[in-house]
């Protein structure tokens, strides 16, 4: 069983506070878990910026990279579950739940997976 990580970088949805979605985000982490089995989902991480912060600033001026993300997310998956999940009615459609919501408070276009 060949375990993958698939990591999304993720800006927040434009005039969205970093408050505001921050909690959206911890809300939906439920919405994604209740997808676990369906997807075949082994696990799920938020990982949060921290804005302003000096380390930050200091990093990206070492590296001249362009302006922080909101958050990264983390999904760890069966490769062989979660394809045969995405070959199902019921896996799309969980797919797609997920992404539905996220469009609510993340800024899809702006964010990389």
Not at 2 to 8: D, N, P
Not at 23 to 50: E, F, N, P
Not at 78 to 106: C, N, P, S, Y
Request: hydrophobic share 35%; proline share 4%.
């Amino acid at each position: 069983m060949e375990t993958i990580r698939i990591v999304h970088v993720i800006r927040r949805a434009q005039g969205m506070s970093r408050s505001a979605f921050e909690k959206r985000w911890c809300r939906h982490s439920g919405h994604v878990h209740s997808h676990a089995d369906t997807l075949g989902l082994q696990g799920y991480t938020r990982l949060h910026t921290v804005p302003r912060s000096p380390i930050n600033l200091l990093m990206r001026l070492a590296r001249d990279t362009m302006p922080p993300f909101d958050g990264v997310e983390s999904w760890w998956l069966d490769r062989r579950t979660f394809e045969t999940a995405l070959e199902q009615h019921d896996g799309r459609e969980a797919l797609q739940a997920i992404v539905e919501a996220e469009r609510g408070f993340m800024d899809l276009t702006r964010s990389a997976s």
